[in-house]
């Protein structure tokens, strides 16, 4: 059947009191925006503790279950039959007419659910449940009821209009963009960033993000890679400024001034000096990297303790601890994994040494940025300067 609303359910923990109106306001705003990209109109708005859609007449409904299973703060989407109150008698022959068309074949068990949130209602919950269930078995005879385990759950919610369904979509769960301040992503075309940035929009926070490159030893398609990237990123999170650094000239200076075997470390203290910078002025409460523990030489202790040196902000790692596998996993299901793998060159691949060191001493490695001190700033100051900005949605 085409439906004509959605129950959007989303988890209550921890939303009490005022956060609660935040919380629902926020998911609300994200709902309305994912949808403008829909076809069809959509009414949506909040009405005692729940968040309702109503569609009008003609809507893409695939291409809505595939927005709002982007929406954080979303734990199930319900298609569902929003109504009016016009007895009980009535409402039966409709949750009667609802079960037809949504099941051909009535060899299932199920229970009915009822929810009574305003007691004016000539039925109780448990009153309803039992009645209703009467009529499904009347009119379906194949039916059985199973309290415990059904096949089928028939909710009915009477409120200020009455809502039905039966079925539920997972949503992705999570906090809803936009009630958790801002942050600053620095990504890259692999694998790791992407999904770093979608765990912590996860929790709330919107992203914005930096890329270094470095033409002409990196290309325009490893550029438009890490934008496709930042869209795919941009589903889930919403618009996300996108600041495209060029880092040849500093990569290029710290290739010629200081020892090779210490160019990624030093590279990736200048990584997070410049995203920081962008950070700042852009009101973002910290930083979020890619890196997982002994990844690669750049990811020991000792050089996530060397790179995290030059940062003011907090650095959030959300893949601290998981295994590649488990980062592959989470990027199969966002949808980034088969772009993030696309062989294009990475800036940090063509300046690499053959033997990095892996357990770097700040004081050298300090020691040896001096080298640059004579460059460095202005460096620096033509880097922010010829940075640019694309606007990600
Ligand atoms: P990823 O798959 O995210 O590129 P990686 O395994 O290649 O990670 P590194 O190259 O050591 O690991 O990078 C560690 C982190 O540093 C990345 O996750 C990302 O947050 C950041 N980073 C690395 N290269 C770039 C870049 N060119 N632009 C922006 N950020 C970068
Ligand atoms: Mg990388």
Not at 42 to 57: A, E, M, P, S, W
Not at 203 to 232: C, M, N, W
Not at 308 to 322: A, D, K, Q, S, W
Not at 371 to 379: A, F, N, R, T, Y
């Amino acid at each position: 059947m085409l439906y004509r609303a959605f129950v959007i359910k989303y988890a209550e923990i921890g939303i009490k009191g005022k956060n609660r109106y935040v919380f629902e306001d926020a998911l609300v705003r994200r709902i309305k925006s994912v949808l403008e990209d829909v076809e069809g109109t959509f009414d949506v708005y909040k009405q005692q503790g729940r968040v309702f859609i109503k569609t009008g007449l003609d809507y893409d409904y695939d291409e809505t279950i595939d927005a709002l299973t982007k929406v954080f703060g979303i734990t199930g989407i319900c298609p569902a039959v929003i109504t009016e109150d016009n007895g009980f008698d009535d409402l039966a022959k409709e949750i009667v007419e609802f079960i037809d068309q949504e099941y051909e074949d009535k060899n299932f068990t199920f229970k009915v659910k009822a929810k009574r949130a305003r007691k004016d209602y000539p039925l109780d919950s448990m009153e309803l449940n039992a009645a209703l269930g009467e009529k499904l078995l009347e009119a379906y005879p194949t039916l059985k009821v199973d309290v415990h385990n059904p096949d089928v759950m028939i909710h009915v919610e009477i409120r200020e209009s009455i809502n039905y369904y039966s079925k539920e979509i997972e949503g992705p769960k999570g906090m809803p963009v936009g009630t958790a301040g801002k942050a600053m992503l620095l990504l890259s075309g692999g694998i790791d960033s992407p999904v770093a940035g979608y765990m912590i929009a996860k929790r709330g926070v919107q992203l914005e993000a930096t890329y270094f490159h470095a033409p002409p030893y990196t290309s325009e398609r490893a550029k438009q890679k890490v934008i496709d990237l930042a869209k795919t990123v941009a589903k889930y999170a919403g618009p996300i400024k996108l600041n495209i650094v060029n880092f040849t000239d500093i990569q290029l200076a710290i290739y010629e001034k200081c020892p090779h075997d210490e160019l990624t470390i030093i590279m990736r203290r200048y990584m997070m000096m410049i995203a920081e910078h962008f950070a700042m002025e852009d009101n973002c409460l910290g930083l979020i990297t890619g890196e997982s523990i002994g990844q690669v030489a750049s990811q020991t202790m000792q050089s996530l303790f060397t790179t995290n040196e030059v940062c003011n902000l907090p650095v959030y790692r959300p893949l601290i601890g998981f295994d590649k596998q488990e980062i592959i996993k989470v990027s199969e299901q966002i949808d980034t994994y088969e772009t993030s793998i696309l062989p294009y060159e990475d800036c940090c691949t063509i300046f690499v040494a053959k033997h990095p060191v892996t357990k770097p001493k700040l004081d050298r490695i300090k020691k040896s940025e001096t080298k640059l001190s004579e460059v460095i700033d202005e460096l620096l100051e033509e880097a922010y300067k010829t940075t640019e900005v694309i606007e990600v949605r």
